[in-house]
Each structure stands twice: as structure tokens, then as C-alpha cells.
């Protein structure tokens, strides 16, 4: 009788197994995001604002595609100067109700950023949105161009002020 019993919730558990609704699969959009995927290095120079002292910038971007391939996690390392050792999180995805990208950012201090943008056009794309820092929100574009398939120029602006401007460069993918 036992083995009855285990036979047909073990049945039972495949039936309800089999009508679970298949994941839905990522957005052809995300492509954009996909592009990003590796481990960076990024040097450059910030000027005082919101997003920390002044100084030269050095970063490790760590990018990933997570959470069933539908979200890109970046983990941003500071790796010189006084905010050496600070991370900060991001996530960015597609939103098919606006038809554009979407991106927050978490940042070591509190301050946090959302931004949208349309997607590449050529070699650019222009991320537009808000930066709250200090308990203020203030207007942040960052612009992102290619330059190949392993190097980006990064520039984020605010109010028509550079606040930060660098390049990054992919490490080599291990074989």
C-alpha cells in the first residue's frame, strides 16, 4: 500500500511538473546589454560633484548577463584613489512597455541613478535620466561610443557639466 501511495504522488508531482508555464525567453533588445557582458578597465578623470572627489579614476566593470538572462548585473570596483576598494551595483534591462532601456544604479555614499535610452544609434548610446545624491536629484546623461569590439569612451554629464570621463577596455576572455 505504501509503495501505492508513493507511485501516485510521485505522478501527481510529474502531472503538475508538466503544466508549469515555460520561462519566457530574454528580448531580442537585450542585445544592447549583452554587448557589455565581460570584465573591464576603465581610467579616467572626475570632476567634484555628485559622484565623488575630485581625481583621477580607475574602475574594474564587472558585467553580467543574471536572472534568467533577462537583467545585466554591473558590479563597479573602485581600484585607485579615495574611493579605492568602494563597489557599487547596477542592473540593467529592456522594457518592451516604454520600448526603451533601463538602468539603475547603486552607488558606495547612498546616491542612486535611473536612466533610459533608446538603444544604439551607430556607435553611441546615450543613457538620459536622474541622479539622486545628497538628498538631491539632479539631471545625469551618460554617453557610452564604442570604440571596437573591446573599448568604450564613458563620459556622464550633468547640467552641461562633465562630471566624469574615461575609457574602458575588455579583458581578454579566458580560453
Given at each position: 500500500?505504501k509503495?501505492?501511495?508513493?507511485?501516485?504522488?510521485?505522478?501527481?508531482?510529474?502531472?503538475?511538473?508538466?503544466?508549469?508555464?515555460?520561462?519566457?525567453?530574454?528580448?531580442?533588445?537585450?542585445?544592447?546589454?549583452?554587448?557589455?557582458?565581460?570584465?573591464?578597465?576603465?581610467?579616467?578623470?572626475?570632476?567634484?560633484?555628485?559622484?565623488?572627489?575630485?581625481?583621477?579614476?580607475?574602475?574594474?566593470?564587472?558585467?553580467?548577463?543574471?536572472?534568467?538572462?533577462?537583467?545585466?548585473?554591473v558590479?563597479?570596483?573602485?581600484?585607485?584613489?579615495?574611493?579605492?576598494?568602494?563597489?557599487?551595483?547596477?542592473?540593467?534591462?529592456?522594457?518592451?512597455?516604454?520600448?526603451?532601456?533601463?538602468?539603475?544604479?547603486?552607488n558606495?555614499?547612498?546616491?542612486?541613478?535611473?536612466?533610459?535610452?533608446?538603444?544604439?544609434?551607430?556607435?553611441?548610446?546615450?543613457?538620459?535620466?536622474?541622479?539622486?545624491?545628497?538628498?538631491?536629484?539632479?539631471?545625469?546623461?551618460?554617453?557610452?561610443?564604442r570604440?571596437?569590439?573591446n573599448?568604450?569612451?564613458?563620459?556622464?554629464?550633468?547640467?552641461?557639466?562633465?562630471?566624469?570621463?574615461?575609457?574602458?577596455?575588455?579583458?581578454?576572455?579566458?580560453?
Open positions: 500500500m509503495k501505492l501511495i508513493c507511485i501516485a504522488a510521485l505522478a501527481a508531482f510529474a502531472a503538475v511538473a508538466e503544466d508549469k508555464p515555460a520561462m519566457p525567453k530574454p528580448a531580442d533588445e537585450l542585445k544592447v546589454e549583452k554587448w557589455f557582458v565581460g570584465t573591464w578597465s576603465c581610467k579616467g578623470k572626475r570632476n567634484a560633484g555628485p559622484m565623488g572627489p575630485p581625481g583621477d579614476v580607475a574602475l574594474r566593470l564587472t558585467m553580467k548577463m543574471e536572472l534568467a538572462g533577462s537583467w545585466l548585473n558590479e563597479v570596483t573602485s581600484t585607485q584613489g579615495p574611493m579605492k576598494g568602494e563597489v557599487s551595483e547596477g542592473f540593467a534591462t529592456w522594457d518592451p512597455a516604454s520600448k526603451t532601456h533601463l538602468r539603475f544604479a547603486f558606495a555614499g547612498g546616491s542612486w541613478s535611473r536612466l533610459t535610452t533608446p538603444g544604439w544609434d551607430g556607435d553611441k548610446i546615450v543613457f538620459d535620466g536622474d541622479l539622486m545624491a545628497g538628498g538631491e536629484k539632479v539631471p545625469l546623461r551618460h554617453t557610452i561610443t570604440k571596437g569590439d573599448e568604450f569612451h564613458s563620459v556622464f554629464e550633468s547640467a552641461g557639466r562633465t562630471l566624469e570621463d574615461g575609457t574602458c577596455t575588455r579583458a581578454a576572455k579566458k580560453k
